[in-house]
């Protein structure tokens, strides 16, 4: 099987806090992996650094063996919901449409082909009827849809989703679950963090383990022990954090480095 | 050119120009309304101080007295300047945007203020300077003019080949990196147009009023639609309407002197209040009346609740009521009575004949579903959101009048289709007849 994502020695520092160290990892095809881990311990931060949007501090990313810029059209990212403003001026159609905007690039025109393929796309998740509306008069459950809309639209081998699962319905979160089976069966990856540990198990292939740093990953029925769940949510890696915390303020790196 | 400007008298000119003003701070105030920056146009408007000085410095070392283009040059400069000092305080401090903004603004302005001063000697002329700070259409030259309409061309067609990733960085900025889009030159391109524009409107409306062009008519169309294209091209016409108007209204005053900003900030301000009050979905009046209308229903169906219960529930099609009985039920006055029957009778709830009062069938199936959903919320906030049966009385009141029936269907399948309420009431089961608002 072929590798979807690898990363070795990933190493990022965020607001000049050390949040993930060392990531070593190998992401198959056709999987659907959940990230978890306690809060602050770096699970957003890994996909947005994967994603190119958080800058590396160190160590390198490939996505299907080639650096990410080559492979960009190939990867989809879906948010958390709070990241964006739910009453800026755009209809849940023009959201789907964004999907295409990555294949269409920044200056041709959004056509008849992008609009089948948004509208195809909120049909599947159940959001065609709404189309006209504006997005801020949606239930957290339906503003979810939207974003798996547009990120179907965008039609990717390898999707980062961040807590799709947080605030929805009970409807809308076996609708995702089903919808993120679909794209395994087609042989997509799909990478989830997720916050509910008495769901992970039943829901994903394979888990990330993360605490600041990798604490384990494999597959579900391997990982999901108590051994390695005590290990992950058993306390932050506090002497670590604060010194990796210290030595960024003071910069010890370039100190390092200047040394001969 | 497409028009001889020189065939304008000065009137025409300083109209022109407004209007050109007005549409340039319409389509970039939708923007910085949207992205919630609307403390960057005052900042960037005072900040430009020092480079209009050093534009009047350069211009006459270069032997031409005001040229608008080198002081264009240098305002953007120094706007633009102005805007990479905040982002550098940011990044390299705790302090945060709007201490970062304060400090710019009022330190660049300072600075501003004293090179005006101190750089008079190397200055042909300082005629028109003080315009800057106060804002003065009437005398516009014939340079200015041009450049302004140069300028405002060259926003539009730069805004309507970025419209879409603008928009995209607008409300998703992670998502349009992912994109792989280049996020960082599209700012760059933003906030430079941004700054443009600020610095042509600067000498027509001033330092201080220039914000007020780029964020009320932007404003007031964000209360009007909600679709980012609408927004722009209302924003255009307010922000054009506005600069006319207020230069019309400025022009009509023949013995004072009355300054163009003021007036073309308050036509703005005038057009915000009546999409304020107005404004069909988001305006005071609409939301107001809405509430009136719910507070009217929830009277309505209460008296038709109280009606259908003293009724006795199964033979009530049958029985009627005279007003005075439906008032003392009530306790209503005979008058409230009267108005709450006749207002039933229009919503057909009830049919009238003589001075005897009955319930037609949808009336009753409304009637049934309010008693249904009542008890129906009870059952569901005791047994699922575990409430003291005695606190739920007053939530289910006001949820009977509002519950649609999708959302009845679930939780009647959440509860197991229970046949009581909490106080052991039956729970109706109405036939569905046609829909209620």
Known sequence: MSTALETHDLTVTYDKKPVLYGIDLEIPQGQLVGIIGPNGAGKSTFIKSVMGVLPVTGGWVKVFGEPLAKNITRVGYVPQRGSVDWDFPVTVMDVALQGTYGKLGMFRRVGKKERKIASEALDKVGMLDYAKRQIGNLSGGQQQRVFLARAIAQDCDLYFMDEPFVGVDAATESAIITLLQEMRAKGKTVVVVHHDLQTAPEYFDMLMLLNMRLVAFGPTSEVFTKEILQKTYGGKLTILSEIATEAAKNDLTKTHSKTP | MMF???????????????????????????????????????????????????????????????????????????????????????????????????????????????????????????????????????????????????????????????????????????????????????????????????????????????????????????????????????????????????????????????????????????????????????????????????????????????????????????KSVTLSEFASMNRFSEKEALSRLQSLVKHEYLTVSGKLYKLTSSGLTRAMQLVRNHRLWELYLTNQADYPSDHVHDDAELIEHVLDEATVKQIEAELGFPSEDPHGQPIPKPQPSREHA
């Open chain 2, 4 to 318: 001889d400007l020189i065939a304008l008298t000065l009137i025409q000119k300083a109209l022109l120009a407004a209007t050109l003003l007005g549409v340039m701070c319409g389509v970039l105030g939708t923007f910085v309304v949207v992205r919630r920056i609307s403390l960057v146009g005052d900042a960037v408007s005072h900040s430009i101080l020092p480079g209009i000085v050093l534009g009047f410095v350069v211009s006459s070392a270069l032997g031409m007295n005001r040229n608008p283009w080198v002081i264009f040059t240098f305002a953007t400069l120094v706007g633009l300047l102005s805007m990479l000092t905040v982002r550098q305080i940011l990044a390299t401090t705790r302090l945060k945007n709007d201490a970062a903004l304060g400090i710019v603004l009022s330190g660049f302005f300072g600075i501003g203020l004293f090179l005006k001063r101190s750089l008079r000697p190397y200055m042909e002329s300082a005629g028109g300077l003080n315009d800057f700070l106060f804002g003065n259409l009437a005398t516009i030259a014939e340079a200015d003019l041009k450049a302004i309409f140069i300028v405002a061309i060259l926003i539009v067609i730069t805004v309507s080949l970025l419209l879409r990733p603008f928009i995209l960085i607008s409300f998703d900025v992670l998502f349009a990196k992912t994109l792989g889009y280049p996020v960082k030159l599209l700012n760059l391109v933003f906030y430079s147009l941004l700054t443009v524009t600020i610095v042509v409107s600067v000498q027509a409306v001033g330092v201080v009023l220039v914000s007020a062009m780029l964020i009320i008519p932007a404003s007031s169309a964000f209360l009007l639609t909600d679709r980012k294209y609408h927004m722009m091209w209302i924003a255009m016409g307010f922000g054009a309407f506005s600069g006319l108007g207020g230069c019309l209204i400025a022009n009509s005053f023949d013995d004072v002197n009355v300054p163009n900003g003021a007036t073309m900030t308050l036509t703005a301000a005038g057009i915000f209040l009546i999409s304020y009050f107005y404004a069909p979905n988001h305006g005071i009046l609409a939301k107001w009346s809405k509430q009136r209308k719910l507070e009217r229903v929830v009277r309505n169906e209460n008296a038709l609740k109280q009606l259908y219960k003293s009724l006795g529930d199964d033979a009530a099609l049958e």
